[in-house]
């Protein structure tokens, strides 16, 4: 056998530790202190039995106090905070949609935006309807772009991406009253529901939960999606680099965190720019290295191959390294401590969106219309720091894994092609994905997704479950901070296969994948839903049928029960690793865990215990091939 | 019922066989009878090679078979299906190596039986060159002998060495068509088992060849996928014993083409129902690529009638 190796947790945790030790000289705070501060944490939050949604309260459950002061008992107040919890997901994916909608309005043949994937617009055109014979596809791309910002405001039907799902789940989403209307409107009719004195009847919230969830899912994160492919291009296999050696001390090292490609894009093309490198050089750096923190280091991955520094809870090592020169940012998960982290370091921490200001940043307001200058003078903002930088605190862990990233729908269909018969195959299907698993060779497909938590010990859940996965002949398909732990460990090499079992193994050689598919970031989970519903289409059985769960150990944000929502809701069993503050109630609890099984085949499984986890995601996709007799 | 599950109850199936004609044997002759192959410094070659185990007698075999029984296990993965096939051709290759008990010569023309070193030594370096650009393992009887020899010919015509076990030995017969070693086509024996000959020779060139030491059951499968062009061509009806033999042959990393409707894997076990495709959905499956000029001449043109005899009449 090779060399291959992979990064165990306990090497990022030493090269975690040396970091901090950085920290300690400089005063820097971490999040590793604060959680320390913060435990234990309040048990009337934890159960969700807190309420605080009127100025009659704050009102909590508990056996003397069954009911708040407006009568709402334990089962109305969980059900409200968790469909609060939701809708603050999905407001969030969807604004990012939205900003990728109208970044799409912005395009033009010599502006700064350009539709890179013409053929991916034309297509979701005819889907939607829309004339495009003759079209100038600019016209086009303007025209599909006010249509999209239509569907979050949209006053009659539903989601146009709805119409992607196989019958049977529109069926459903019909039946159960839960096919997401406009966008906005599911948000905000999920604020109302949550207000004092409207819904308190569980079963109804968690209705409108799936419904806002769902309206993410195949409305907001689809859109963002579909149309940062058409922007800027639509993702193929392409190799990188994970973890934070992927930082170079000789360069400039300007760190991208954040979601929206539509600053990161911009500041890799900058980062090319021969005039910007020789500037670089003029201040003494080799040249100018760009990294990725979270999901926006995702998207620049997928389409770019830039390397990825690392998930969530890295965030602030980028920072220690001491060789950052700026960390620019713009919306979701991005920790406030970066200002005052950034301030004990000659880091310049860069906020570029007015729905992200932070105290300590320099705020460099970005929008598609100025993006060129924009990212420009960020870039050069960085360039400039370089001299700043005090070399007695630079240390960069020499640790990364090469990656192979890039895995769309399209692409997947495109792989499988290479392993299709062409005297007995037709091409661009899932077809040969189908018949792996049918005749046993993979047993199932789990795709793991979600972010860091400290509840967790960061990054375990996520690799030991992979792990666990492959060598169980299970394919996983990633994304988010699940991808990027799986990319640091070193499972998104093609290298990987020798952990996997017998079956996925010999998959991997024949179609020349790593066992773990990157599918991008987290609205790029939409790409997820887009694959089952192929699978459940080229398969003719429903999407519920399929040996495929979906897995967020490690899960931290409102974004992630959005999607815990949106996928159960499509069909698909979800595995969570991390309770979502509804132990207070057992009404709700049983909806979730079971009673929602009723409404859409699926339902949640909370197991905190990572191993019996993994035990029970392969017990459900084995009782699920038994079902269809595979 | 699952693959696997057909997989191990053929391998099952092979193993009682094995088990019964084992006992039988040495309740006849006696432990300390001898058992061996003619003609080869390799024992039993697909059992020496994945166990580094050489066997001398009866005794021997009955010790083979248990641990062939740990090869057995039966969890719903692919490692269990793959080492099920590779237990079933151990099981095949003891069932054969009996035949060879106080017989030199169990097998008669047109059947060749176990291959001696000999004649893969002399096979071994036309495959490295790609002068052999493949080796079909051609499994059953045709739909009709028609279509069966059809199928050889435009194999034997490409240069590719073919092996047939089964009815397509009498399909050959019947239609008058020339088999034997010297124009490469190969029929091996008309019981199922009589396809570990044809393993026997991809193994014994990872032994020669590939320099895989016996025991080494993983190199050996990675030398035979990578460089032995083997792939097998099995007609309906498939028992449970050919596919549990497929197994163990998709383990090798040689494709199984088969006209019967079954499961299918990707590049691995693929359903042809049209015959006359069988060659190209074949060499397409196993990666070979063979560089043909064509000559537009009356008769059958390529490497594999070089050693044709031509007789009086």
């Known amino acids: 056998m090779g060399t291959f190796k992979l990064t165990t947790v306990e090497e990022f945790e030493a090269a975690t530790n040396r970091l901090l030790e950085t920290g300690k000289k400089v005063g820097a705070d971490g999040w590793q202190y604060r959680v320390a501060n913060q435990t234990p944490h309040c048990k009337f939050g934890e159960q969700g039995i807190c309420c605080r949604i009127c100025a009659m309260g704050p009102c909590r459950i508990t056996p003397k106090a069954p009911r708040g002061i407006c009568g709402c008992d334990a089962h109305g107040i969980v059900a409200r905070n968790y469909l609060k919890f939701t809708a603050g997901g999905a407001a969030t994916h969807s604004d990012h949609g939205r900003e990728i909608c109208h970044t799409l309005y912005c395009t033009s043949p010599d502006g700064n935006y350009k539709v890179k994937d013409p053929e991916k617009l034309i297509r979701i055109a005819k889907e939607w309807g829309v004339e495009t014979e003759g079209k100038d596809i600019y016209d086009l791309a303007h025209e599909m772009a006010v249509l999209g910002m239509g569907e979050y405001g949209k006053v009659f039907g539903t989601q146009n991406f709805l119409k992607r799902a196989p019958q049977h789940t529109q069926e459903i989403w019909e039946r159960e009253e839960i096919a997401p209307r406009a966008i906005d409107r599911e948000v905000s009719c999920s604020l109302h529901m949550a207000h004092m004195g409207c819904s308190s009847e569980p079963k109804a919230l968690i209705r409108q939960s799936l419904r806002a969830g769902l309206s993410d899912g195949w409305g907001g994160s689809m859109a963002g999606t579909e149309f940062s492919d058409v922007l800027f291009g639509t993702p193929k296999p392409i190799d990188t680099e994970a973890n934070l050696g992927v930082m170079v001390a000789e360069n400039v090292n300007i760190v991208v965190h954040g979601h929206d490609p539509s600053l990161s894009e911009m500041i890799c093309e900058y980062a090319d720019d021969p005039e910007m490198i020789a500037y670089a050089k003029e201040m003494g750096a080799k ?26 809870l890295q965030q602030e090592n980028v920072v220690l390294t001491g060789a950052c020169e700026a960390i620019v940012v713009d919306v979701q998960c991005i920790f406030p401590a970066l200002g005052p982290l950034s301030k004990c370091f000659h880091t310049k921490f860069i906020t570029t969106s007015p729905i992200a200001q932070m105290p300590d940043s320099d705020f460099i307001r970005f929008s598609a219309e100025n993006a060129g200058e924009n990212a420009k003078l960020i870039v050069k903002t960085a360039i400039e720091n370089f001299k700043n930088r005090k070399p007695e605190l630079v240390y960069i862990p020499d640790m990364k894994q090469k990656a192979t990233v890039g895995y769309s729908v399209e692409a997947i269909v495109k792989t499988l092609d290479g392993v299709t018969n062409s005297q007995v195959d037709v091409t661009g299907t899932t077809k040969p994905l189908i018949e792996c698993i049918t005749s046993g060779v993979i047993r199932g497909a789990v795709a793991m997704v979600g972010c860091n938590n400290p509840k967790v010990r960061p990054d375990t859940a996520h690799i030991e479950l992979m792990k666990k996965l492959i060598a169980n002949d299970i394919i996983i398909v990633a ?17 990987a296969k020798d952990l996997c079992g017998a079956g996925l193994k ?3 050689e024949l179609a020349d994948i790593p066992p773990v598919l990157h599918m991008g970031s987290c609205v790029d989970i939409s790409r997820m839903m887009i694959l089952v519903a192929t699978l459940a289409k080229d398969s003719g059985l429903n999407i519920s049928q399929l040996p495929v769960v979906g ?50 085949e699926a339902s949640y499984t909370v ?22 007799g595979i | 019922m699952t693959l696997f599950d057909v997989v191990f ?33 390799y024992s039993l070659p697909c ?45 095949a290759e003891f069932l054969e190596v009996l035949k060879y008990v106080d017989n030199p010569t169990p097998y008669e023309a047109p059947c060749a039986g176990h291959l001696p070193d000999a004649a893969i030594r002399e096979l071994g370096v036309p495959l490295v060159t790609g002068d052999i650009p493949g080796v079909a393992v051609i499994l059953g009887a045709a739909p009709t002998a028609e279509e069966g020899v059809e199928l050889v010919k435009s194999y034997q015509a490409q240069g590719i060495l073919v092996t047939l076990v089964g009815g397509i030995i009498d399909q050959c017969v019947e239609m008058g068509y020339k088999t034997g070693a010297n124009v490469r086509v190969i029929p091996l024996g008309k019981d199922v088992t009589a396809v570990v000959h044809a393993v026997s020779v991809a193994v014994r060139a990872a032994l020669i060849f590939g320099n895989i030491q016996a025991g080494d059951a993983a190199g050996l499968m990675k030398y035979t996928m990578e460089r032995v062009p083997a792939f097998v061509n099995a007609f309906a009806p498939l028992d449970p014993v050919i596919v549990a033999a497929g197994a163990g042959a998709i383990a090798l990393g040689f494709p199984v083409i088969t006209n019967e409707e079954t499961f299918r894997v990707p590049k691995s076990l693929i359903v042809q129902k049209d015959i006359s495709k069988f060659n190209a959905t074949s060499l397409e499956a196993r990666d070979i690529k063979i560089k043909v000029t064509k000559i537009d001449i009356p008769v059958a043109f390529a490497s594999a009638f070089e050693g044709e005899i031509i007789r009086r009449g």
């Open chain 1, 287 to 312: 040249g100018i290295t760009v990294s990725g923190v979270c999901c926006t280091s995702n998207e620049v991955a997928m389409r770019r191959g830039i390397p990825m520094a690392g998930n969530f």
């Open chain 1, 479 to 495: 994304s988010g901070c699940s991808a990027q732990a799986a990319a640091r460990a070193g499972l998104m090499s093609k290298e």
């Open chain 1, 506 to 508: 010999r998959v991997c």
């Open chain 1, 551 to 600: 897995c967020a150990p490690e899960w931290m944000s409102e974004k992630a029960v959005s999607i815990g929502n949106y996928v159960v809701a499509t069909g698909i069993d979800t595995f969570l690793g991390v309770d979502p503050y509804v132990s207070g109630s057992d009404q709700v609890a049983e909806l979730l865990t079971s009673g929602i099984r009723d409404w859409v």
């Open chain 1, 607 to 628: 197991e905190k215990d990572i191993e019996k986890l993994g035990d029970r995601m392969i017990e459900r996709i084995e009782e699920k091939r038994a079902a269809i």
């Open chain 2, 9 to 41: 109850s053929g391998n099952d199936a092979a193993y009682g066989l094995a088990e019964g004609a084992i006992d039988a044997a040495i309740e006849k002759y006696g432990a300390d009878k001898a058992v061996s192959f003619p003609d080869t410094a």
């Open chain 2, 47 to 91: 059992y020496y090679a994945v166990t580094g185990t050489k066997v001398n007698t009866l005794g021997d075999l009955k010790n083979a078979l248990g641990v062939v029984k740990t090869l057995m296990t039966r969890e719903q993965r692919l490692n269990d299906a793959f080492m099920s096939g590779v237990a079933t051709a151990l099981c």
